[in-house]
């Protein structure tokens, strides 16, 4: 399916909506992270129970690290996190292993995706996964790959060959699980200035897009810093289907700066509104938001970035309500 095509021109919307399912199935967030029967039951409960036009798999980021060796907490209900350095030189870096797609929980997600693709038919699945460069940060650490891009630079080159090319198996290994596309999360990137942008994610991101993305096989580009409104071009060089941004980016101003057949998403903040707020004042950020982009048919009204699995339910459906 050609998920750009599909999407364009419809009514409604597409939250990046699976964590909040553990309320409903009775379930934690861990028990749903470490399988893969649980993780397609949340899928297909919030594809059957809301009007999302696409069911996105759980954005689980520690997954990918994980593959590579990168230890991970977990806590009940809580998002699993990476914890500890990796990768911290030059020689680490070069001796660092791309892992086969047996290593670590990537065969869970997999599965998980297989699960929900033969369940869910009357709509696409969407895979969650990380983009490279925020790769990188969890296995060189978020806040050192920041130093090191300019004290080792090569460094961080080393491992942006080894994520990016992990990252293409991943992704046509999701595509053969039944995947439509990938949501790939990259907000690390939306940290960097436009020239590190430029260097250390912007031409690995457009290698990856280039190597998986078909007519039926869609990336969708999520980031949700506050800088990246300055490297618009950049970003939308990079050629993906379709983009997706968070609530601190001001989204009638990137509409202005997204080519006009460029498909954007967002970005109802998750955390005061979906999360925080109330129905009430879910549908007014809803309104607010279709009034503020109502000039462009590029635009489709998702969450800022993942829904907590805390966030309630009838703020969640207040949303839906809105776009009907």
């Not at 071009?233 to 202005?256: D, R, W």
């Not at 005061?272 to 279709?290: C, H, I, R, Y």
Request: with cysteine.
């Amino acid at each position: 399916m050609n998920v750009k095509n599909y999407l364009w021109g419809k009514r409604g919307g597409l939250p990046i909506l699976s964590f909040p399912a553990v309320q409903k199935l009775g379930i934690t967030v861990e028990e749903m992270c470490k399988s893969e029967a649980l993780a397609a039951d949340a899928m297909v409960y919030v594809a059957q129970n809301t009007a999302t036009l696409a069911a996105v798999s759980p954005m689980d980021l520690s997954l990918e690290a994980e593959a590579f060796g990168a230890a991970v907490r977990f806590a009940p209900m809580e998002v699993p996190a990476i914890t500890g350095q990796l990768v911290s030189s030059l020689e680490e870096a070069e001796a660092l292993e791309i892992p086969a797609l047996t290593a670590g929980r990537i065969p869970h997600a997999l599965e998980t995706v297989r699960l929900a693709a033969e369940r869910i038919t009357d709509k696409p699945v969407i895979a969650g996964m990380i983009g490279p460069f925020s790769l990188a940060g969890r296995l060189m650490d978020v806040t050192e790959i920041l130093y090191t891009c300019y004290d080792e630079p090569e460094a961080v080159h080393a491992v942006m060959e080894k994520t990016t090319a992990f990252l293409i198996a991943y992704a046509n290994a999701l595509r053969e699980a039944g995947a439509a596309g990938v949501m790939m999360a990259e907000p690390l990137t939306g940290i960097l200035s436009p020239d590190l942008a430029e260097e250390f994610s912007i031409p690995y991101v457009t290698k990856l897009i280039s190597a998986v993305q078909t007519e039926e096989f869609s990336v969708i580009y999520h980031n949700c810093g506050n800088s990246i409104l300055h490297m618009a071009e950049q970003l939308f060089s990079q050629g993906a289907a379709a983009y997706h941004f968070g609530n601190a980016v001001p989204l009638k101003e990137m509409l202005k700066k997204a080519p006009a057949d460029t498909l954007c998403m967002g970005n109802i903040d998750p955390v005061a509104k979906f999360s925080a707020g109330t129905p009430d004042e879910m549908k007014q950020a809803v309104a607010e938001l279709l009034e503020d982009c109502k000039e462009y048919p590029n635009f489709l009204p998702s969450s800022g970035c993942d829904i907590p699995a805390h966030a309630k339910w009838e703020n969640i459906h207040a949303f839906f309500e809105a776009l009907s």
